[in-house]
């Protein structure tokens, strides 16, 4: 058996190994390996146990639908806005991550910054995919719809973190 620090640290690499060949081989474009590492992360900053599974893949995925409702919005914005579409996209985003926010009173999406990192994974995606932010994208139902591949990622990270800290507890028993 082995220290719980060289356990885990033996668990998240060799797993992170899985986690890179997924994202890069077999489920390349449907699996994003820094979206499933946020996920991962927040389910151990969470607690590492099942409340923090739970909550790592409630609030992440509700952070995604709440980046997706922000980009629909956004493709509604016309070009020739009186304000200007910089401004509207800001206000949007403002209005929308208020909302996001306040509504954090309900008990099973109260944890903000988990869904912070769902919205802000959601919205890496859509600026860094060419076009993604666009309706026929958000609506429609493939895997180039962020609403499905990111939190198809955070999920996956979310049970990454989960059988890591499992293994690592294994390796730790005497």
Not at 34 to 54: C, Q
Not at 98 to 120: D, E, F, H, K, R
């Amino acid at each position: 058996m082995m220290e719980k620090h060289a356990a885990l640290s033996l668990s998240i690499g060799g797993l992170s190994g899985v986690a890179t060949f997924l994202a890069v081989g077999p489920a390349s474009g449907v699996f994003f390996i820094w979206a499933a590492t946020i996920a991962w992360a927040a389910y151990f900053m969470l607690g590492a146990n099942k409340e923090a599974l739970i909550n790592t893949i409630v609030n992440g995925i509700y952070g995604v639908v709440m980046a997706w409702i922000t980009a629909i919005f956004l493709t509604e914005i016309s070009p020739d806005a009186v304000l200007g579409f910089t401004l509207m996209a800001a206000i949007t985003v403002a209005v929308v991550v208020t909302v996001m926010c306040l509504l954090a009173v309900i008990p099973q999406i109260a944890v903000i910054p988990v869904s912070v990192l769902g919205y802000s994974a959601t919205f890496a995606y859509l600026l860094q995919t060419p076009d993604t932010l666009t309706k026929d994208v958000l609506l429609g139902a493939s895997l180039g719809n962020p609403l499905l591949v990111i939190s198809i990622s955070i999920l996956v990270g979310a049970y990454f973190g989960q059988l890591s800290g499992q293994l690592a507890a294994k390796w730790t028993k005497v």
